[in-house]
């Protein structure tokens, strides 16, 4: 199989000492996929920044004029508590967003038969009229507005430890954006309940799966196999796109899931084939969290590995001690709400 690549080390430059997200998570994921020998069999990328017109698919001006301002700063702004932006981090945020935009090209003018970006700022905290979260521009939900220009279904899966607040708001109330989070709760930002499916003519089209701290390999792969991929199945996607943070393994530092790296190298390989089932192997993975560097690094490697068709898995750290099943009445609740019981 082709994959589109696109990293840019350039992103670097938007950094700040101390802070979890830091450019050294980034580096970390360039490293091993250049020493494992792998760039080379993927589609290299261009970069480019996004246009402001595609930007504001998602975002408003207001928004943008914030980023604008701070970009003629000379120091470093706090959006919030958690969330800084430097002069330069507007303009890289929109190259990330570009190097996307041009991955989804790839994918749909049928020269890669998959996608793949490493790219930071993260995205899927960031709202329509805010950054938060680490995050500043929406990735993922902009470039699911772009590929709508050609395919009108497209779906969303998060895997992220943290709900995916900011790409559920962008489509909370639109039947053609399928988004479905699972996510540790409580934990930041607090939102994703399960009783968040959705409003207006999207009621039904949001899923989000709230986990109990603890939950691991054995509740994600009845997670997997009786709800996610047969909602996928049900709503048809014409494309998929995935938030991919390694931030619910049972290493990081910021989060209680218990994952291990060849439950996320399974969970890729499932998404990766329903696409193939459902819209010709149309999927693009997009980074988003993970603060252990050693696990992101790895995960990153085996997503290279899964894309590229290989069956090779890494994993030098192991499992998780403990793997409780999922709770049977959260299962239940999900597929009722859902229709998919």
Known sequence: MTTAFFTDTRFAHHTLPGHPEHAGRLTAIQKRLEESGII??????????????????VHTTEYLDVLQWIAS?????????????????????????GGLLNVVDAVME?????????????????TPTRGMGFCLLNNIAIAARYAQAKFGRVAIVDFD???????????????SVYFI?????PLYPGSGSLLEIGSGAGHGFTMNIPLSAGAGDAAFET???HLVLPALARFQPELMFISAGFDAHWRDPLAN?????????????????????????????????????????????????????????????????????LDNDLLEQLLNRHELG
């Open 73 to 97: 700063q000379e120091r470093t702004v706090g959006l919030d508590p958690d969330t800084y932006v430097l002069p330069e981090s507007y303009e890289l945020a929109r190259i990330a967003v």
């Open 161 to 175: 430890v943290h709900h995916g607040n900011g790409t559920q708001d962008a489509f909370y109330e639109d039947p």
């Open 110 to 126: 049928k020269r890669a038969d998959n996608g793949y970006a490493a790219i930071r700022p993260p995205g899927h905290h960031a």
């Open 257 to 325: 899931l218990q994952l291990s790296l060849p439950m996320f190298a399974n969970m890729t390989r499932w998404l990766i084939q329903t696409a193939q089932v459902l819209c010709e192997g149309r999927i693009i993975f997009v980074t988003e969290g993970g603060y252990d560097l050693e696990v992101l690094s790895h995960a990153n490697l085996n997503l290279g590995y899964a894309l590229l068709g290989r069956d090779t898995i890494q994993d030098p750290i192991g499992k998780a001690k403990q793997n409780p099943p």
């Open 223 to 225: 997670l997997y196999q």
């Open 181 to 185: 989070s699972s996510h540790q709760s």
């Open 40 to 57: 080379p069999d993927f589609m290299l990328i261009d970069p480019r920044e996004a246009t402001p017109e595609e930007i504001q698919r």
